[in-house]
């Protein structure tokens, strides 16, 4: 039996792709074999490769400037290769908004390859909004400012991108495709596929052509932007099965409307677990400002440890998983990202609005 799974991520992929995979996992279009053990150099595998690159790029709306590429390892290896392509120039820095954890370690990363410093920092306020556009500090040398669009952990989302002047490098793990891309102030943006379109292993970045074109200094290749976009992102053997599966993510989400369809499914889902909070009596609390509350993570607490563990053993026993905050903060979180139906976001509403009548 399938779970209604509001894990964080890896997340919950919708059952019909993971059906279509099933389907083909022995012969993958009548290669003969599966997609697992066909040659990344066979013209099988890159149809496959090229179909789901241009998806991306269909699906996001990203522009003609941009290179759309794959590169294994995840949004972490993002926060390492983007000062150590960036921040070649000594004279060049990186400024970063700590907005919650990975902001946090996104700078603390880059202040590991280069000189990275914190542009504001959300910490005293216990990662509970986003900053207002006069708080940020552009100081001289900054090559670029880092956002993170929505912090997975702390549940809150950047409104509008900051135009400061300066590239501005987006992590956007945890809502890709849940809002349209304000392309035209962005020039770098990133994520791990592992949320709202694939399973783990890679990041999909987008690099405007003028800032790929402007990169000085030498990097082992697996590291440098040049080479994906060079090469296609094939330059070595690339992580074959997350592009497959996003390929399949990416063919749905269009069907059901694209991005538009999947912002409105999103809040749509986000508005009914806040409902059920704002309508609790304070039984449930969202802990963050309402102004920056995440569409794709709901985080939320109870009255007391107690019936948090209370809530999380019996909403786990009734088929409604993933729910336990981040272990670096405790309490609950639903993360709605595109695979996770309606349907699911709706019994969990329901479950929340009888756990607190029988306990409150
Ligand atoms: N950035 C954000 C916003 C995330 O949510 C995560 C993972 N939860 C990461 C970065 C790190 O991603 P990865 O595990 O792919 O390295």
Not at 10 to 20: K, R
Not at 104 to 129: I, K, S
Not at 319 to 331: D, I, N, P, Q, T
């Amino acid at each position: 039996m399938r779970v209604d799974n509001f894990g964080a991520g890896p997340c919950t992929l919708p059952l019909p792709i993971l059906e279509e995979a099933q389907a083909e996992f022995l012969d993958f279009e009548g290669s003969g074999m599966s997609i697992l053990e066909l040659s990344h150099r066979s013209s099988f595998y890159e149809r496959m490769h090229e179909e789901a690159l241009s998806l991306a790029r269909e699906g996001s709306g990203a522009p003609e400037d941009f290179e759309v590429l794959v590169i294994a390892g995840g949004a972490t290896m993002q926060f390492a290769m983007i000062p150590a392509n960036l921040l070649a120039d000594p004279a060049s820095r990186g400024a970063y908004l700590r907005t919650g954890t990975w902001g946090r370690l996104a700078l603390a990363d880059a202040g590991r390859w280069g000189d990275a410093y914190c542009a504001w920092d959300g910490e005293p306020h216990g990662y509970r909004r986003m900053p207002e556009l006069s708080e940020i500090r552009i100081e001289s040398g900054a090559r670029y400012l880092h956002v993170t669009s929505n912090e997975t952990i702390g549940g809150i989302r950047m409104l509008e991108m900051p135009a400061l002047g300066v590239p501005l490098v987006v992590d956007v793990s945890s809502d890709f495709l849940a809002r349209p891309i304000q392309w035209e102030l962005c020039d770098l943006v990133y994520g791990g596929v592992q949320k709202n379109l694939a399973p783990a292993g890679m990041a999909l970045v987008f690099m405007r052509r003028s800032l790929l074109d402007n990169l000085v200094g030498t990097l082992p290749r697996f590291f440098d932007y040049r080479w994906y976009a060079a090469k296609g992102s094939t330059g070595n053997t690339p992580p074959v099965f997350p592009i497959y599966m996003m390929g399949k993510m990416l063919k749905l989400l269009r069907s059901l409307g694209g991005v538009t369809g999947l912002e409105q499914r999103t809040a749509h889902k986000a508005g009914i677990i806040y409902d059920v909070i704002d309508q609790s009596d304070g039984y449930y609390r969202s802990p963050v400002d309402p102004r920056h509350r995440s569409h794709t993570n709901v985080v939320f607490r109870l009255p007391t440890p107690e019936a948090e563990s209370q809530f999380l053993k019996e909403s786990n026993a009734a088929g409604l998983v993933g729910l336990k905050g981040h272990r670096s903060v405790g309490g609950c979180r639903a993360s709605l990202y595109a695979g996770l139906q309606l349907e699911s976001a709706a019994r969990l509403a329901s479950f929340m609005s009888d756990f607190r009548e029988t306990n409150s």
